[in-house]
């Protein structure tokens, strides 16, 4: 059973627009949730977490927790082109090691 | 100044060889971990330690052993290397504790830049 899903993509948006990534997880005591940005070739890097549900937003960030549905978001607003990137949600599950847990990621493309 | 290096950064080695990576980080983390991503960038724990001791050992072969001679390193050595090790293999350090549910992964959750492996 996959805990984590992501769409992987790849999601393609005008530049300036909304783009909105999405992840499912499986655990429904699961309590915190992790938003990474992977450019090729480097390393992931932390851009959000949330433990809340509702939203949380950090510039042109905006993470959404719904735990009922068991489902968290980032949306990116007025999207630019060096936002393309692999994002990779990251859930921190109830049982077992606490390590949290990846996503497959899902490429967002940002066109001029 | 790098606060989680990794060396090195690509490794090209063939069939059976055995081969080590280090892992450094300089801020004063506890616990540090060693991730593989494949090609289809699924990020994957293997090890974590805390204090120098291993805490986390998920469903890794035998062949890869990690070493941690203090806090601030963590060492992966793989023996008789196989085709389908051939990943990027991702250092990390963080405060949290996994021991502990209720401690937070925080801001303070860093990668290094990864060590591309490629065995032929």
């Known amino acids: 059973q996959k805990e984590v899903e992501q769409n992987s993509g790849p999601l393609s948006v005008p530049e300036g627009a909304i783009a909105s990534l999405n992840c499912t997880y499986s655990?429904?005591?699961?309590?915190?949730f992790f938003w990474y940005r992977q450019y090729s070739g480097k390393s992931p890097e932390l851009i959000m977490f949330?433990?809340?549900?509702g939203d949380k937003e950090d510039g042109r960030f905006t993470a959404q927790l719904n735990k009922a549905s068991q489902y968290v978001s980032l949306l990116i607003r007025d999207s630019q082109p060096s936002d393309s990137a692999t994002y990779l949600c990251?859930?921190?599950?109830?049982?077992?090691?606490?390590?949290?847990?990846f996503g497959r990621g899902t490429s967002l493309i940002v066109h001029p | 100044d790098t606060a989680v290096s990794q060396t090195p950064k690509y490794l090209v080695t063939q069939m059976g060889n055995d081969k080590s990576i280090k892992c450094e980080q300089n801020?004063?983390?506890?616990?540090m971990y060693w991730y593989k991503q494949d090609s289809k960038k699924f990020l994957k724990i293997m090890f974590s330690?805390?204090?120098?001791?291993?805490?986390i050992n998920e469903t890794v072969p035998n062949r890869f052993s990690p070493k941690s001679p203090d806090k601030a390193h963590l060492n992966l050595h793989i023996n008789s290397l196989e085709l389908g090790d051939s990943a990027v293999y991702f250092c990390?350090?963080?405060?949290?504790?996994?021991?502990?549910?209720?401690?937070?992964?925080?801001?303070?959750?860093?990668f290094g830049q990864g060590t591309r492996l490629t065995v032929v």
């Open positions: 990390a350090s963080s405060h949290l504790n996994p021991r502990y549910r209720f401690s937070v992964w925080n801001t303070e959750a860093f």
């Open positions: 655990d429904r005591g699961s309590q915190s």
């Open positions: 949330i433990y809340s549900n």
């Open positions: 990251a859930v921190r599950l109830s049982g077992g090691s606490y390590i949290p847990t």
């Open positions: 801020l004063g983390h506890d616990t």
């Open positions: 330690y805390n204090n120098k001791e291993l805490i």
